[in-house]
């Protein structure tokens, strides 16, 4: 079966500079969220997207942006890379609201380090 | 606003035993889901098991089964017959209905970190 698909898998960045990380969800997936997980930290809710529009958004940095696309898949840009931002990525999907039958599916992560 | 609270940083279990992973949450919304995630060494965010805040019955999946307490507001995860393989990160996580445009997501827990034992 199709999973979510995270590009690249690991990206290493010097401070300041910008990094790109890219979705694809599960096809017919209409809702996006991306997560932040520190080291040794739970994952932390930054932005969702549901139908191409941003229908939540956590504790995303305003360094950051996110988008969907017309094909659904997603990016998140960010920006001024601080060593702060060296974390897991992930993203995940789902068609419409998380439950049982309807389950969140993460993707294997995006590793950003920053030196 | 939501709210998980995972009480053991730590577990640790012997192979072939049952295992109890606790999970506390605090919402005021009637309609919510819970959920367990695995995370291994390599990082992935596993599915284990679903348990909707209406639902009559506790929620089980293979050697996974969810003790779900609503009037104590806890859905202790129980893993029966431990294998190694089970050694992993332990995330309790919720959803809410998702009042306005949210669109319920996942609250997480600060996680268990399982050691099963041969």
């Known amino acids: 079966a199709a999973g979510v698909i995270q590009s690249p898998r690991h990206l290493i960045k010097e401070k300041r500079e910008t990094a790109t990380l890219k979705c694809y969800p599960i096809p017919r997936h209409d809702t996006v969220y991306w997560y932040q997980q520190g080291p040794g930290q739970d994952p932390q809710f930054l932005i969702s997207f549901y139908e191409k529009m941003q229908s939540d958004k956590g504790s995303i940095p305003d360094r950051f942006s996110a988008q969907q696309f017309s094909d659904y898949h997603s990016e998140l840009n960010m920006s001024s890379l601080e060593l702060g931002d060296s974390a897991l990525y992930f993203c995940?999907?789902?068609?419409?609201?998380?439950?049982?039958?309807?389950?969140?599916?993460f993707g294997a992560g995006s590793r950003l380090t920053v030196l | 606003a939501q709210k998980i609270t995972q009480t053991q940083p730590g577990m640790f279990v012997q192979e072939k035993e049952a295992v109890t992973l606790d999970c506390t949450y605090d919402?005021?919304?009637?309609?919510?889901?819970l959920f367990w995630y695995k995370q291994p060494s390599s990082g992935e965010m596993i599915f284990l098991i679903y348990q909707g805040s209406y639902d009559q019955q506790n929620a089980t999946e293979g050697r996974y089964s969810l003790n779900f307490q609503k009037a104590r507001k806890s859905a202790n995860l129980v893993i029966s017959a431990s294998q190694l393989g089970d050694s992993a990160m332990y995330f309790c996580?919720?959803?809410?209905?998702?009042?306005?445009?949210?669109?319920?997501?996942?609250?997480f827990g600060q996680g268990t970190i399982l050691t099963v034992h041969p």
């Open positions: 996580a919720m959803t809410d209905s998702g009042g306005g445009t949210s669109y319920g997501k996942l609250t």
């Open positions: 995940a999907s789902s068609l419409g609201r998380p439950s049982g039958a309807n389950v969140l599916t």
């Open positions: 919402t005021s919304d009637p309609s919510y889901g």
